[in-house]
């Protein structure tokens, strides 16, 4: 049994960690997502590798974005923090504040596609 513990552990070190940023948004910063839209998707594009999924927060389907949610692939939370804060829309004060989370999954053998 610990043979196949230390398998385990040996192959989540050099493994890259899945990662949840949840951000909050400034309501009066809106102004950011009005005229920085592109350059953001821009920069989600250009680490697609590493975000695999990124996209806005809203209290309800129709309403305007309150924040935003990313997954994230990367060797580190320093890797993911990096992410972040190199964002247009966190340098030019569109987020508030984020949250980081390790992300495990249920059902590790299961393909996953949104």
Do not use: N
Not at 29 to 40: C, F, I, L, N, P
């Amino acid at each position: 049994m610990q043979d196949w513990f230390d398998d385990v552990k040996a192959i989540r070190d050099i493994a890259l960690t899945r990662w949840v940023a949840i951000f909050e948004d400034d309501p009066s910063a809106d102004w950011v997502r009005k005229e920085h839209s592109q350059e953001h998707l821009d920069y989600l594009d250009a680490h697609k590798h590493k975000i695999l999924l990124a996209g806005g927060l809203r209290q309800d389907p129709d309403g305007w974005p309150c924040g935003g949610l990313w997954v994230l692939e990367v060797d580190s939370r320093d890797d993911a923090v990096h992410l972040c804060e190199d964002d247009p829309y966190y340098k030019l004060g569109l987020r508030k504040s984020y949250q980081l989370f390790s992300l495990g999954k249920a059902f590790p053998d299961r393909s996953v596609l949104l």
